[in-house]
């Protein structure tokens, strides 16, 4: 297993990473901004938990999604249409990472350690990291965050505090970048949830080709404006649902 360079690390090849654990690739390193912008434009990314070493990863499958093509059921399209949420971007991004990081229901602790909140504040400082906060009569009830690579989205995590919070803050992220011209929206590694929301598997070789035509994408991250414009035609137009 590669032993990262704590100041200078330089990544080995993804498609030489474990396959068990699945995608297991390289260990140490930094987080440092230019360590992690270097890492997800080549498609690996950290993961591990507090008393780790930081754990970098390219796993063999990746959850990702074509951004306009999420599930959207008849009963999120109704509560949707209800409007009785108000999707916002880059207005909370510390109060969505803390979030993301606090306790979850059958967890005892999480991958999202001090260290990673304050590398990842680092790069929405920068204008790298985004989120997505989904607001109701003014409180957060739920969010994610991520990174943006060129024309891809690189998720994260995600919250919520109230039933359906964090999948209305999912679907408006994915209907704002189809309309912005994004082509992809990573979300690691798969699991039922995702799926639920549409998103699909792709193996690591597919996933790294789209990665490295749209990396370098000139793309500016779509306003709080545009948010609330997908907001309104989500409510007025129907759309093809799931049961």
Known sequence: MPLLDALHPEFPDPGSA???PDGLLAIGGNL????LINAYSRGIFPWYEQGQPILW???SVRAALTPGHEYITRSM???LAKGQFNVTTDTAF???IAACAGPRRGTSGTWITP???QAYCRLHRLGHAHSVECWQNEKLVGGLYGLQVGGIFCGESMFSRTSNASKVAFILLSQTLARQGFVLIDCQVPNSHLQSLGVQALQRETFLSLLAIH???ALSWP???EFARTSAMLGSQQWSTQP
Do not use: C, F, R, Y
Request: charged share 20%.
């Open 18 to 20: 474990l396959s068990e």
């Open 32 to 35: 440092n901004s230019s360590t």
């Open 223 to 225: 306003a709080s404006n």
């Open 94 to 96: 510390e109060q969505v």
């Open 115 to 117: 260290a990673m909140e």
């Open 57 to 59: 990863w390219s796993p």
């Open 215 to 217: 990396k370098n994408t």
């Open 77 to 79: 399209a109704k509560i």
